[in-house]
């Protein structure tokens, strides 16, 4: 009994607020567009009950999404993105995770507040603090122009490499701090050994500092591709016309054309594909517990 | 402390393990030929033979704390030399110079007659065993043990062999393919070994081996121990706090303090004859009598000690002056307790029984002198405890021969 107490609320939470609003999204993504508010049908109701509804229900919309060649470019385009910024981020967080474990012990609370600092302030202003920074008259053009790197501005904002730039810095926390957690549990005497046994520094970060972070590095990929598949705000306030990412479609689908019912198809989709990478994400962790048993 | 001498020559049957790797064969020692006499092996009594090790002025420093003052030190092949010594007193830091992992402020290390200050831990014939076993916890036992030799470039096959020699060594080849996580303590522990090993080094580092282990299996290890080093006949350097261990593992034990070497001796020579009241206070259970010395014939001197006391007798090589202050250790088992004078002790003393320690099969007596001295005694329980001659509060008389203490200068 005082189990179930226990679990009930997370239970109850995800049923609430997330199985609820996914179920009406599924619903909302089997009606039919309609000039109506609600702009769809059919609606439920309880005169006509089930089975009539039920009947009415098609799969026209997700048809639609194979017909047009933009839903499908727009998920392989995010694909893509989200895969190249998560490694951007990697390759930027793993020194900084790993100078972290490296300085005195004193100095690690100090610099863990300095990667979360940035979430003090609003993400959205954060984005605009970086169109004013990559814009063509902006903070990095007038810098790269006065010592003299360059003699025209670059075309940065409203480029795929300013929604890179978005994701890797909005993101990094979320690589550092799982990556710090793996290597700050990793014991110096390992390297020892494996120095001991003939590595030398860099093989022995190869054959043992990073298999051994797996966990971390893996975790750490999840919590930035994930949000960054579905992100709308960076492409849309950084990235360009080029910049095809699902999110972006999504919102114009929904507030542009207030088609609601493709709107909901394609958020389905997108959450279908993201459920692969969330069990294999779940999976690592529940390895990783094994192995810490 | 029978394994002392002798016991590093060992009978050509037993020497098997060692015939696949190229390298192992320089731990086949001519003097290890089929011949079944046992030889004594004491190497730092033979002024021909040449130190595998020499430590020559050796001093480290960390900021303003000396780890390791000015040691001079040589460790022959062949031989179990632990390095005993309370935490702190720099037989770690010996430890990780050999391994490399810290370079000395001055002095020179040989091994083998090369300075190897300046040669990084990957680059050295030693290899080293970690207190903390340091097992790589991604890869399984049997990768555990081939990682050294496949950074060698050693051929594939070889390293089965190899790799299979020292799982029979240490007796792990049902634990291949499991990870470290999966088995027992001990035989991580052996898994650390074999893997410290198998690359057959010149000299294996032992830092705390069994430190991690309970005492009966500790007591078993160090057995395991002694023998693996036989059979490989390499040269083992042990760094343990424990002194019991060092002397049943150690051909020779260095007793270190404050960065320095007190003492370098056999582990019978260490427990019988030490050199300071440091050793012989370190070194098991010992009565420390203040006195001062008047000879009294050849190596025989009167001992003047707490006022009024008849003066105790003791023989001792090193001479002492009349007047001289000095130390007399006894160890506990040398001091026998009657309940009446015994007739023909060179020393005997009554007092009155403070506090027993019983320990099973022997039984500690803390006995309690007039002058307010407490002398302890050690006494096998050869009768049943019901039956146990003396109790609290008894008057007994302790006794002790001439030769049984050494005398210490202060």
């Not at chain 2, 200050?117 to 065993?129: D, E, G, I, L």
């Not at chain 2, 390499?234 to 150690?250: G, K, L, P, S, Y």
Request: glycine share 6%; proline share 6%.
């Amino acid at each position: 009994m005082r189990r179930f107490f226990l679990i009930a609320p997370p239970y109850a939470w995800l049923l609430l607020l997330f199985l609820a609003p996914f179920a009406i999204v599924v619903k909302i993504s089997l009606s039919d567009y309609a000039l109506a508010i609600p702009p769809y049908v059919p609606k439920f109701s309880w005169d006509e009950g089930i089975g009539a509804y039920l009947s009415q229900l098609d799969f026209e919309n997700y048809i639609f999404l194979t017909e047009d060649d933009l839903y499908w470019k727009a998920y392989l385009s995010s694909f893509k993105i989200a895969a190249i910024s998560t490694t951007l981020t990697l390759l930027v967080g793993y020194p900084i995770a790993y100078g972290m474990t490296r300085v005195p012990s004193e100095w690690r609370p100090t610099l863990m507040m300095l990667v979360i600092l940035p979430f003090w302030t609003s993400f959205l202003i954060r984005v605009y603090a970086w169109m004013g920074i990559l814009s063509s008259e902006g903070y990095l053009n007038q810098l790269l122009l006065w010592i003299g790197v360059i003699d025209t501005p670059l075309t940065i904002l409203n480029t795929n490499s300013a929604v890179y730039i978005g994701i890797v810095y909005t993101y990094l926390p979320f690589m550092i701090l799982p990556i710090y957690s793996a290597l700050e549990r990793l014991d110096e005497s390992l390297i020892e050994a494996a120095e001991d046994l003939g590595c030398s520094r860099l093989t022995a970060f190869w054959l043992v500092t990073i298999p051994l972070s797996k966990t971390g590095i893996i975790a750490g990929c999840f919590l930035v591709f994930i949000p960054a598949l579905g992100e709308f705000v960076i492409p849309s306030l950084l990235g360009g016309s080029n910049t095809l990412m699902i999110g972006k479609v999504l919102w114009e689908e929904f507030f542009s054309n207030r088609d609601w019912p493709v709107a909901s198809a394609v958020a389905v989709i997108l959450l279908l594909l993201l459920v692969i990478p969330i069990v294999l994400f779940q999976r690592n962790q529940q390895k990783q517990q094994e192995a810490e048993q | 402390m029978p394994n002392a001498v002798g016991r590093l020559t060992c009978p050509a049957a037993n020497f098997a393990p060692v015939k696949t790797c190229a390298k192992s064969t320089d731990l086949v020692h001519a003097g290890r030929g089929p011949s079944l006499t046992t030889v004594e092996f004491e190497p730092w009594n033979d002024p021909q033979a040449k130190p595998l090790i020499h430590f020559q002025n050796v001093t480290k420093r960390f900021g303003t704390f000396t780890a390791i003052d000015d040691l001079t030190i040589d460790i022959y092949e062949k031989e179990f030399y632990a390095l005993l010594g309370p935490s702190g007193c720099g037989k770690t830091t010996l430890m990780r110079m050999l391994a490399g992992f810290e370079t000395p402020t001055e002095g020179k290390i040989m091994l083998a007659g090369q300075n190897i200050v300046s040669v990084p831990p990957n680059k050295r014939a030693t290899n080293m065993m970690f207190q903390s076993y340091a097992l790589f916890p991604h890869l399984s036992i049997w990768e555990n043990i081939a990682f050294g030799l496949k950074r060698e470039g050693m051929a594939k096959a070889d390293i089965n062999d190899r790799v299979d020699e020292m799982l029979r060594l240490t007796r792990l080849e049902q634990f291949a393919r499991r990870k470290p996580h999966q088995i027992s303590g001990g035989q991580r522990q052996r898994v650390a070994l074999a893997r410290s090993l198998a690359k057959a080094p010149k000299l294996l580092l032992l830092d705390e081996p069994l430190g991690a282990l309970d005492k009966k299996l500790r007591q078993e290890t160090q057995f395991e121990l002694m023998d693996i080093q036989e059979k490989t006949g390499t040269t083992f350097v042990i760094v343990t706090h424990d002194q019991e261990e060092a002397m049943t593992v150690a051909s020779r034990v260095a007793v270190m303090d404050h960065g320095k070497i007190i003492q370098v001796a056999t582990p019978d020579r260490i427990y019988e004859t030490p050199n300071s009241v440091y050793v012989a206070d370190f070194i098991g259970d010992v009565n420390i009598i203040e006195g001062t010395t008047t000879a009294i014939g050849d190596d025989s001197y009167s001992i003047a000690w707490a006022d009024g006391r008849a003066p105790l007798t003791a023989n001792s090589n090193t001479p002492f002056s009349d007047g001289q202050k000095c130390h007399l250790a006894i160890r506990p088992e040398k001091v026998a307790i009657t309940a009446d004078e015994p007739s023909e002790a060179a020393n005997a003393v009554q007092g009155k029984i403070l506090d027993i320690a019983y320990l099973g099969n022997i039984s500690t007596y803390h006995v309690e002198l007039p002058s307010g001295v407490v002398i302890k005694a050690q006494a096998a329980n050869t009768r049943r405890i019901s039956r146990r001659s003396y109790t609290w509060e008894d008057t007994v008389w302790l006794s002790w021969t001439a030769t049984a203490g050494v005398l210490l200068a202060s």
